[in-house]
Structures are given as structure tokens and as C-alpha cells.
């Protein structure tokens, strides 16, 4: 999906995203808040349990609501994940 979360105390957040990755050409940024994943509320997951959720095959979709500081009404975003080349 080319992203990263981080967690703070009251949120997840997107730490990093990747130049050209799913999450990039979705439009996605650093710093947005992560509220739902596959349409369920994430607010008392634990970093690891949300980064699992977050897990799949090439091909396969995961549906992510975000909201970003400049926006803030929460958006659906469908990532598709892609094949990846171990380095």
C-alpha cells in the first residue's frame, strides 16, 4: 500500500507515504488521521492490530477512512495492494 502508521495518545496517523505507492497516488499525506479500516472504527486498536488489518495479497483491496487537517470531513479511500519486490 506503500504507507505507515504511527500512533499517538488519542489517534493513528499516517507516518510516512510512499513516492508513486497506492496510498501516494490516492492522494493520501503524512500526518492524516487513519479512522476506520475495512469500514470498522479503529480508535482502541493497537498499532500492530491495525497494521494486520492493513495486510494482503496483490490485487486485493482494503477501504481506509481518513481525515486530513486541511479537510476535515473524514473520505473513503480504496487502496489496492500491489506486488512487491523483495530488496
Known amino acids: 500500500l506503500g504507507l505507515s502508521l504511527g500512533k499517538n495518545a488519542d489517534s493513528l496517523h499516517l507516518s510516512a507515504v510512499e513516492k508513486g505507492g497506492p496510498a501516494d497516488l490516492a492522494g493520501l499525506k ?13 480508535a482502541d486498536l493497537s498499532l500492530k ?21 486541511a479537510k476535515p470531513e473524514p473520505h473513503d479511500i480504496i487502496l489496492t495492494h500491489r506486488h512487491v519486490e523483495q530488496r
Open 49 to 69: 492490530t491495525a497494521l494486520e488489518w492493513l495486510v494482503g495479497q496483490a490485487g486485493e483491496t482494503v477501504e481506509i477512512t481518513v481525515r486530513d487537517i
Open 30 to 42: 503524512p500526518a492524516m488521521k487513519v479512522l476506520k479500516i475495512k469500514k470498522q472504527d479503529i
